[in-house]
């Protein structure tokens, strides 16, 4: 097996072991990069130098046997929202080409830290701002399981480098749905942890209550190990929570016998893909056959309100978070302006997509003067019904068990044009968003026609321990993750 198709729990061992080393295992990762990634495209900019340097720095490590955790040495891509000190970070905006921040994110910090290789930064929807990667300023992400369908979004490229073997595991973020859809997309493990768990500080926001910085790898033990590097208090983060985290990946394996599941039929309504809701099923099932206990009587009423409530929140947020992007401070500029004023207009007119421009509108429509009570307001309402929602069947139940989208990737083109219809690829993520749980795509299959199918699992508020347990034990009854799709070589 050539070294940038294991995993990372077993890249980890050996290294510790000094059976391989992080430059081998680094140069095996960029190799493929240049084998493969012109038919994905999955990153933006790939740091073939800064990456050589950090595996040689690691492989110090690793044979003075200091310091070293399960990320020394360990191939790692970030989605290109994440601020990397002197590192190109775009946000797939031409707002942003060429800005270099100065500083790095701290889960940046915390993967330099640990000794973690960051190869480079991963395609995205524009700002984040979108389900498929179509949204893109600077190129196309394709689906390494069918090139001619998307790999969803808005952290499409974090996911497809994963399912393309061109990282060992990466970063995302995850607004209302933008780490499990596309993990669902592409066969891979995707999870957004609970608002708090993971610092915010050097995402660079889309909406700050709901973005939230999570793993996305190949087996949920793979996840396991980032998100106990990446998570913890941030004093630098107004909504980091001081909640000591569990050991997530030494707490695996222990029994799910007993565990209360529930299934909400509210994620089971019309539009959703047979095949997807066949699989599903199949998944709740073999939980139940390991000592699980089924609930399908579990109701969440509110979740019809959410995708509404949700493009309030988040265009809202939007709108006073791009504020920044003026063309005074950094960033792009027009340079054909007459007057302050036209130069701000033709910098955001010039600088910002389609999709971004929408949403800002709809989100200053929304927080304009005579329309915050009905629009702004009447939203928040309802963000907190889903909450109690939550909460009532929380009292109940360990966890929910739901589909992650409803209906496997779709081609490009599709729903670009309809925006609406794009909006609702996210109808089953959004209220974990809005609610602001922990929450885990795990691959439960393959359609008929080779896409991969994702299974969601929700836990409580900070539980994270107890949906990577689920998760790890239906991983390891299906078998379904590890798997990677055939791709030609030589395709740049």
């Not at 396991?224 to 990946?249: C, F, K, M, Q, W």
């Not at 007459?338 to 033709?346: A, E, I, N």
Request: proline share 4%; hydrophobic share 40%.
């Amino acid at each position: 097996m050539e070294l940038y198709n294991d995993t990372l729990e077993n890249l980890s061992q050996r290294l510790a072991k000094g059976e391989i080393s992080a430059l081998e295992l680094t140069q095996s990762v960029l190799k493929r990069i240049a084998e493969v990634d012109g038919k994905i495209g999955s990153y933006i900019t790939v740091d073939t130098e800064g990456a050589l340097a950090q595996a040689t720095a690691a492989d110090i490590r690793l044979k003075s046997g200091e310091n070293v955790t399960p990320l020394t040495g360990i191939p790692l891509g970030l989605k290109d929202l994440i601020s990397t000190a002197g590192l190109q970070t775009t946000c797939a905006s031409k707002m942003l080409v060429g800005y270099r921040p100065e500083y790095d994110a701290t889960v940046v910090r915390r993967l330099r830290e640990a000794g973690a290789v960051i190869t480079g930064k991963l395609n995205m929807d524009e700002f984040a701002m979108g389900s498929s990667t179509e949204n893109s300023a600077l190129k196309k992400t394709c689906n390494p399981w069918n090139t001619g369908r998307v790999p969803g979004g808005s952290s499409g490229g974090s996911t497809a480098a994963v399912a393309a073997a061109t990282a060992i595991a990466t970063l995302g973020s995850d607004t209302g749905g933008s780490i499990r859809q596309p993990a669902s997309f592409c066969g891979v493990v995707g999870m957004k942890p609970t608002y708090g768990r993971v610092s915010r500080y050097g995402l660079i926001a889309f909406a700050s209550s709901l973005d939230q910085i999570g793993p996305v790898a190949l087996t949920v033990a793979d996840a396991a190990l980032l998100l106990g590097v990446i998570a913890g208090h941030d004093e630098r983060d107004s909504t980091s929570v001081n909640i000591p985290g569990a050991n997530y990946y030494d707490n695996l394996k222990k029994d799910i016998k007993g565990l209360k599941i529930g299934v909400s039929q509210e994620y089971f309504s019309a539009g959703l893909d047979p095949e997807v809701e066949t699989l599903v099923r199949k998944a709740c099932g073999q939980l139940a056959d390991v000592g699980a206990l089924i609930n399908e009587d579990v109701s969440l009423p509110h979740t019809d309100y959410a995708v509404a409530a949700y493009y309030l929140l988040a265009t809202a947020e939007a709108s006073s978070n791009l504020a920044r992007y003026d063309g005074v401070k950094y960033g792009f500029r027009s340079d054909d302006a007459d007057g302050l004023v036209d130069m701000y207009r033709k910098t955001r007119a010039q600088g910002f997509g389609d999709e971004v421009k929408r949403r800002i509108m709809l989100g200053t429509y929304a927080l304009s003067s005579g329309y915050y009570d009905a629009y702004y307001r009447k939203a928040q309402q309802v963000r907190t019904l889903i909450t109690r929602d939550f909460d009532k069947v929380f009292g109940d139940c360990d966890v929910i068990v739901a589909p992650v989208c409803p209906t496997p990737a779709f081609a490009f083109g599709e729903k670009i044009a309809d925006p609406l219809a794009m909006y609702l690829s996210d109808i089953l993520t959004i209220p974990v968003n809005l609610a602001g749980l922990p929450a885990i795509s795990v691959p439960c299959g393959f359609t008929k026609s080779g896409l991969p199918v994702g299974l969601q699992i929700i836990a409580k508020p900070f539980a994270e321990e107890t949906l990577l347990r689920v998760a790890w034990q239906y991983e390891q009854l299906a078998g379904w993750s590890g798997r990677r799709p055939e791709l030609e070589k030589g395709a740049v």
